[in-house]
């Protein structure tokens, strides 16, 4: 029996704070389930905001989609992991990932790192998160100042951590760590500093999906599977919705960005079909869409509850 769909929604544009709140909780009444933020510089500063977002709604759950760890020391990061679940109710979900914006990283006078130094530094940040954080031992009065007063405490026995994968290393950090193995659906341009990236076919997200089983096959408990979709649009004018992504992407024809995964164009009932069928085959039951998409998909989240 396959999990129930879950629906989020990366929230990307910075607003003052009636106007955070009201996005807020225009996500949960278009049944979102877990409202989410970025971390990228000119973007929202991730853990107010998802406190904002706790005080303006009641059911969604909060996450991050995702924290670039190369911006984070571990230690401080479990402080405003522990203090966002707290704050917020225990309604936190950490999601992580390597980063991949050099151009940040140089604004921010961060070192980049090579793609093995990004994925030691997220592996030590999962590992360190673990110590502080976990429910092993002596929980907690591990987290305790100079002074030996205690750290916040997180609301949840153990936040539950979503990794952003590609790669093979990626693949298996995530397939031994994280409650919720995120795929992207697209890599890294080679050479690209501002985070370009290109789509990956649905042949070579099946080969993606499958090599994370394959390292996943000792887990005590299967990983919920998410996909970030970059595109969705209700039309019957497909080759209209899709004039934006093919300027971005000219190496592809029409019909090939419509078979893209990261796609949702076409009908309300082709959408929906697009996504059963998805999950059927790759096990994506966790759907992710972008800010702009919000309204559109909140069609295709009542469709899919009315079934």
């Known amino acids: 029996m396959p999990r129930p769909f879950r629906f989020g929604v990366n929230l990307l544009v910075p607003a003052p704070a009636e106007e955070w709140r009201a996005k807020c909780r225009r996500a949960e009444e278009l049944g979102y389930d877990v409202i989410l933020v970025p971390d990228h510089l000119g973007m929202v500063a991730p853990f107010p905001a998802l406190v904002a977002a706790a005080d303006a709604t009641e059911r969604p759950r909060l996450g991050t989609f995702v924290l670039n760890a190369g911006f984070w020391n571990p230690t401080l990061l479990a402080r405003e992991v522990a203090t966002t679940d707290a704050l917020t109710g225990g309604r936190l979900e950490l999601g992580l990932g390597t980063g991949y914006v050099r151009a940040e990283h140089d604004t921010a006078g961060l070192p980049y790192g090579s793609p093995r130094e990004r994925v030691d530094h997220l592996l030590r940040t999962v590992e360190e998160l673990d110590h502080l954080l976990g429910s092993d031992d002596l929980p907690h009065s591990r987290l305790r100042s100079s002074e030996g007063t205690h750290m916040p405490q997180p609301a949840q026995k153990r936040v539950p951590l979503l990794i952003g994968a590609n790669g093979d290393r990626m693949l298996r950090l995530t397939a031994e760590h994280a409650d919720i193995a995120a795929f992207t659906g697209g890599r890294l341009v080679p050479g690209s500093t501002t985070g370009k990236v290109e ?17 996943a096959v000792g887990r005590p408990e299967p990983a919920e599977l998410n996909l970030l979709v970059q595109l969705v649009a209700v039309t019957d004018d497909p080759g209209a919705a899709l004039q934006p992504l093919l300027s971005r992407q000219p190496q592809l024809t029409e019909d090939q960005a419509l078979e893209l995964p990261i796609v949702l164009v076409g009908t309300l009932e082709q959408i929906t079909g697009q996504l059963r069928a998805a999950r059927e085959r790759y096990g994506f039951t966790y759907i992710t869409v972008l800010e702009p998409c919000m309204e559109s998909f909140g069609q295709v989240i009542e469709a899919l509850r009315a079934e």
């Open 199 to 215: 789509p990956l076919t649905s042949e070579e997200l099946d080969e993606r999906v499958a090599a994370y089983h394959r390292l």
